[in-house]
Nanobody
Framework: QMQLVESGGGLVQAGGSLRLSCAASGRTFRLYAMAWFRQAPGKEREFVGGISWSGDITKYRDSVKGRFTISRDSAKNTASLQMNSLKPEDTAVYYC?????????????????WGVGTLVTVSS
C-alpha cells in the first residue's frame, strides 16, 4: 500500500509562490498517475492538477492554468506542485493523491491513495 506525505504548505501573501511536495513510498510509484486536489472550508474537494504515470500528460483546472505546474521525479518518488501568482481563493488544504491506473483522473473517487494534506493560506 502506498504512503503519501505532503509538505511545503504555509502562509503566503497574494502574488507569492509556494512549492508543494509529495513524497511517496513504494517501488511502483513510477506506474501511478499523480494528482493534487484541494478543499476549502465548507466546500467540496476539487481537482487542481494531475500528471500521468509517464509524465507526458498533464491536466489542470481552469482557474490555475498558467499559474500552477505539476511535475514528478520518479527517481526520487516525488510529485510537486509549483504555485505562482497565488490568490486568496487558492487558500485550502492541498492533498496529494495517486491513481494506480496510470491515467490522469480529475475526480476524488478515481484516486486510490491520499496524503493527509497540507494547508496553504494566501492572504490578501
Amino acid at each position: 500500500q502506498m504512503q503519501l506525505v505532503e509538505s511545503g504548505g504555509g502562509l503566503v501573501q497574494a502574488g507569492g509562490s509556494l512549492r508543494l511536495s509529495c513524497a511517496a513510498s513504494g517501488r511502483t510509484f513510477r506506474l501511478y498517475a499523480m494528482a493534487w486536489f484541494r478543499q476549502a472550508p465548507g466546500k467540496e474537494r476539487e481537482f487542481v492538477g494531475g500528471i500521468s504515470w509517464s509524465g507526458d500528460i498533464t491536466k489542470y483546472r481552469d482557474s490555475v492554468k498558467g499559474r500552477f505546474t505539476i511535475s514528478r521525479d520518479s527517481a526520487k518518488n516525488t510529485a510537486s506542485l509549483q504555485m505562482n501568482s497565488l490568490k486568496p481563493e487558492d487558500t485550502a488544504v492541498y492533498y496529494c493523491a495517486a491513481n494506480r491506473g496510470g491515467a490522469v483522473v480529475a475526480t476524488p473517487g478515481g484516486m486510490d491513495y491520499w496524503g493527509v494534506g497540507t494547508l496553504v493560506t494566501v492572504s490578501s
